[in-house]
């Protein structure tokens, strides 16, 4: 009940702030959104050269190289696991 009543307070102080200052919220709106949208396009660059690497990959049939590598370290190390358990059950 406490945060109900905390969040309706904080509502109506919002509302109250945002029609008070209002010119001061579209100044600092129009200065972060360039910066938004920069970010956000970077982002999405990354990610779609990342897809694309993945893709090319795939059509090559070329795996990466260190999964090969793990797989082959976690068998061993599961082999050693196994042999460990059999010399503590003896």
């Known amino acids: 009940m406490k945060t109900l009543i905390g969040g309706a307070i904080a509502a109506v102080i919002g509302v109250i702030g945002l029609a008070i ?3 001061e919220f579209l100044s600092l709106l129009a200065g ?6 920069l970010l956000g396009g970077c982002l999405a660059l990354y990610l779609g050269f990342d897809e694309l690497k993945d893709t090319w990959q795939n059509e090559n049939g070329v795996a990466p190289a260190v999964a090969d590598a793990d797989l082959d370290k976690f068998k061993k190390e599961n ?3 196994k042999k460990e358990i059999e010399n503590l059950k003896k």
């Open 21 to 23: 200052w209002f010119s």
């Open 32 to 37: 972060a959104m360039p910066i938004m949208l």
């Open 79 to 81: 082999e050693d696991l």
